[in-house]
T-cell receptor
């Protein structure tokens, strides 16, 4: 089944403890992206990647890192999480990032709580 | 970063009623998209609009690309309980996709 898989789905952690949220897609998509969803703010883009070894900042990149060493994986790294990073995170992928082709397939989400 | 304004923020309706929601922007977009997010899931694409003035249907859903290219509308006719969820609009230019703030829909039997 074509899908985007995120892990973990739920995580409670403490301030400053490094964590990684993994994202993997099995559709050979070139474009991958991370979003955070907060009440009243909708989906905001954190980072995106047009292809392997190419990553760019989205609208809210502060406090996050990403890497794209392989086409299928796009992990989101929080080096020193803070409570304002408590949110619902979504990974998404699409065939390409160009106009008209950006039909995103989303993962099921990872709910992160930072105490 | 830019966000699109969606209204209403939330809706509580009775099964069988029609629903209308809209999305507005201060910028022009070349493509408008509507996604639905069900509880515990990621958003799923419902309708894509590529041309100003375009009206597109998907079952009971109808969406329109505003003539000014700064807005879009989504209508759901004869709502059913499984229409519950958060509806997001998204505007796209080249490789930049901006999402709206979402409209939360609750349908009561």
């Amino acid at each position: 089944e074509a899908q985007v898989t995120q892990n973990p789905r739920y995580l409670i952690t403490v301030t400053g403890k490094k964590l990684t949220v993994t994202c993997s897609q099995n559709m050979n998509h070139e474009y991958m992206s991370w979003y955070r969803q907060d009440p009243g703010l909708g989906l905001r883009q954190i980072y995106y990647s047009m292809n392997v070894e190419v990553t760019d900042k989205g609208d809210v990149p502060e406090g996050y890192k990403v890497s794209r060493k392989e086409k299928r994986n796009f992990p989101l790294i929080l080096e020193s999480p803070s409570p304002n990073q408590t949110s619902l995170y979504f990974c998404a992928s699409s065939v390409a990032g160009g106009s008209g082709a950006n039909v995103l397939t989303f993962g099921a989400g990872s709910r992160l709580t930072v105490l | 970063g830019q966000q699109l304004n969606q209204s209403p923020q939330s809706m509580f309706i009775q099964e069988g009623e029609d629903v209308s929601m809209n999305c507005t922007s201060s910028s022009i977009f070349n493509t408008w998209l509507w996604y639905k997010q069900e509880p515990g899931e990621g958003p799923v694409l419902l309708i894509a609009l590529y041309k100003a003035g375009e009206l597109t249907s998907n079952g009971r859903l109808t969406a329109q690309f505003g003539i000014t290219r700064k807005d879009s509308f989504l209508n759901i006719s004869a709502s059913i309980p499984s229409d519950v969820g958060i509806y997001f609009c998204a505007g796209q230019n080249t490789d930049k996709l901006i999402f709206g703030t979402g409209t939360r829909l609750q349908v009561f039997p």
